[in-house]
C-alpha cells in the first residue's frame, strides 16, 4: 500500500519553463490537495479537489493549474515558471474533507532560476 | 495577521521535560483542529486531533480553548525521537478544502 505517491521528487526548471507534478493515490480518497512549503513556513493551499471531477481555488493559485484525471490522479502545472515558485510541493488526500486526516507525498523540490 | 499563528521557537530542551506549545487562530468559524509532526526535510504526518473536551494519546495532550482561540499541545517525558516541527492545523469546516496551517514550532530535544 504507497499512499500517495509525488514524481518527480526533484525538479530544477529554468524561468518561463512548463513542468508537471504528478500525484497518485491508493486509498480511495475523494478528496486531493496541492500544498506549497517555502522555507521556514507552513503549507498553503494552492489547489484542491473535493471529488473526481471538481477543482477549486486555495489561497495561493496564481500562476498554477491543476487536473483531477480520475479518482487516485491530481497532476499540478506550471506554464511558466518563475522563480517565486521555488519551493516543496505536498500533495495531500483525505478520505473526504479536512476534517479527516490528511496523508501527504514525500514531496517534490522545485528550483527555479 | 495570520490566521493561525504559533510561536516558531526554537524549544531546546534536555530529555525527560515538559514542553507545551500553544497556536492560537483568528476565524472563529473554525472547527476542526490537528497537529501534525514534521521531520526535517520530510512531508506532514497527523500527530493527533484535537478535541472540545481535550485528548491525550499516551505522553502527548492536546486541549483547545474556543472562547480564547487557541489550541495547545503538551508533550511529557520528551524523548530524542520528539524532534521535529510541530504543525498547528485549523479547519473551516463549512469550507470542505480550507485547511490553514501554522508555520510550526521546531523542538529539538537534547540527551
Known amino acids: 500500500n504507497a499512499g500517495v505517491t509525488q514524481t518527480p521528487k526533484f525538479q530544477v526548471l529554468k524561468t518561463g519553463q512548463s513542468m508537471t507534478l504528478q500525484c497518485a493515490q491508493d486509498m480511495n480518497h475523494n478528496s486531493m490537495y496541492w500544498y506549497r512549503q517555502d522555507p521556514g513556513m507552513g503549507l498553503r493551499l494552492i489547489y484542491y479537489s473535493a471529488s473526481e471531477g471538481t477543482t477549486d481555488k486555495g489561497e495561493v493559485p496564481n500562476g498554477y493549474n491543476v487536473s483531477r484525471l480520475n479518482k487516485r490522479e491530481f497532476s499540478l502545472r506550471l506554464e511558466s515558471a518563475a522563480p517565486s515558485q521555488t519551493s516543496v510541493y505536498f500533495c495531500?488526500?483525505?478520505?473526504?474533507?479536512?476534517?479527516?486526516?490528511?496523508?501527504f507525498g514525500p514531496g517534490t523540490r522545485l528550483l527555479v532560476l | 495577521r495570520k490566521e493561525v499563528e504559533q510561536d516558531p521557537g526554537p524549544f531546546n530542551v534536555p530529555e525527560g521535560a515538559t514542553v507545551a506549545f500553544n497556536c492560537t487562530y483568528s476565524?472563529?468559524?473554525?472547527?476542526?483542529f490537528f497537529w501534525y509532526r514534521q521531520d526535517c526535510r520530510k512531508e506532514p504526518k497527523l500527530l493527533m486531533s484535537?478535541?472540545?473536551s481535550g485528548n491525550e494519546d499516551g505522553r502527548f495532550t492536546a486541549q483547545l480553548n474556543r472562547a480564547s482561540q487557541y489550541i495547545s499541545l503538551l508533550i511529557r517525558d520528551s524523548k530524542l525521537s520528539d524532534s521535529a516541527t510541530y504543525l498547528c492545523v485549523v479547519n473551516d469546516d463549512t469550507n470542505a478544502g480550507k485547511s490553514t496551517f501554522g508555520d510550526g514550532t521546531t523542538l529539538t530535544v537534547k540527551p
Open positions: 495531500a488526500s483525505s478520505l473526504r474533507t479536512t476534517k479527516e486526516t490528511q496523508y
Open positions: 476565524n472563529s468559524a473554525s472547527q476542526s
Open positions: 484535537v478535541y472540545s
